[in-house]
């Protein structure tokens, strides 16, 4: 089986290339190491079944061969890198998406489209489940990370209803684990960067605002479930994943602070423009569908990245 992973080279594509690795897949991953770092993809080079192309999919995509698997993952996904690179996010989620359904629909393949919670904006309801439209500012600051993944989305499923692409989309829920960026601006990475060098913990509003936090190989357990899921009409429409363990963002500062045993305090900021309220997934069809629910608990899942984070020696 071959296998072809856009933006194999940042935190989550490179944990998915791992994992297909581990399954026997050949992998092409390809990215221009925009957000992605060719260290989370460093143990791999010199695997036969690995190779990396560095390569912006905006462009025409071609990949020789058969291919049985295109997995979507290239964007930027934390807000410092949309803000920063507003243009360059709605391309990959456009154009991006377009060359990539393109690849699955000449080679036949599968496609996995990595979506994101995002979708749902600023919910008005709790938990989300795929059955909620969302309520989205679709000129606001993060409209161009938002409504890049809501049009892929819509394309994915042209793709499927007019050309009878098999296709898969998972909408992700916060994740963390190792291979986070120590500067992505995600509050994870933020928390613990500030708190292993005994800076403050910058919190933007009150602290109240909630997060569901799913550890990576999770996540990554999830998507490959739903990958190798039998073609069925279940598989239609989008899926989430993520931990649906609701926690305030104050709380996960202060679990930070414990675990690291730092003498750093929290200090307040502004909420950010369309900063979501609350944000915890509904996962019945995850478990109903795919027989897939979160394991690791939030406390294991920050030891294990703060233990990365101590070894960058920040």
């Known amino acids: ?39 989370n993809i460093a143990h791999l080079i010199g695997n036969s079944r690995f190779k990396f192309i560095n390569y912006n999919v905006v462009d025409y995509l071609f990949v020789d061969g058969v291919v049985d698997a295109v997995l979507h993952f290239a964007s930027p996904a934390s807000p ?7 243009i360059q996010t ?12 393109g690849l699955a629909k000449e080679k036949k ?3 996995l489209l990595a979506s994101t919670s995002e979708v749902y904006g600023d919910p008005l309801v ?10 989205a500012n679709p000129i606001g600051p993060r409209s161009v990370y938002d409504e890049a993944k809501r049009f892929a989305e819509a394309m994915t499923m042209a793709y499927r209803r007019y050309h009878q692409v098999d296709t898969r989309i998972v909408r992700i829920f916060n994740t963390y684990g190792p291979r986070m960026r120590p500067n992505d601006g995600r509050v994870v990475s933020n928390f613990i960067v500030q708190a292993l060098q005994r800076k403050p913990l910058t919190i933007y509003g009150d602290g109240l605002q909630t997060r569901s936090f799913c550890y990576v190989s999770d996540l990554i357990r999830g998507i490959v479930a739903l990958l190798t899921a039998p073609p069925s009409d279940e598989m239609q429409t989008p899926i989430n994943l ?8 104050l709380d996960l500062a202060k679990k930070v602070v414990a675990l690291t045993e730092t003498s750093s305090t929290i200090e307040y900021r502004d909420l950010p423009i369309d900063d979501p309220h609350i944000r915890c997934p509904d996962i019945t069809r995850a478990k109903n569908i795919l027989g897939w629910r979160p394991d690791v608990s939030i406390d294991q899942g920050l030891e294990r990245t703060i233990e990365y984070f101590r070894k960058l020696q920040l």
Request: aromatic share 8%.
């Open 1 to 39: 089986m071959k296998a072809v992973v856009t933006g194999g080279a940042g935190f989550l594509g490179s944990h998915l290339c791992d994992r297909l690795i581990e399954m026997d897949y050949e992998v092409i991953c390809l990215d221009n190491l925009l957000t992605g770092n060719t260290a």
């Open 80 to 86: 410092v890198d949309y803000l920063e690179m507003p």
């Open 90 to 101: 709605l391309k990959v989620g456009s154009l991006g998406t377009y060359r990539a359904l």
């Open 109 to 111: 393949a599968r496609f």
């Open 126 to 135: 709790n938990p989300q489940s795929e059955s909620y439209w969302g309520n």
């Open 242 to 249: 993520g931990n649906p363990e609701e926690r305030t963002v």
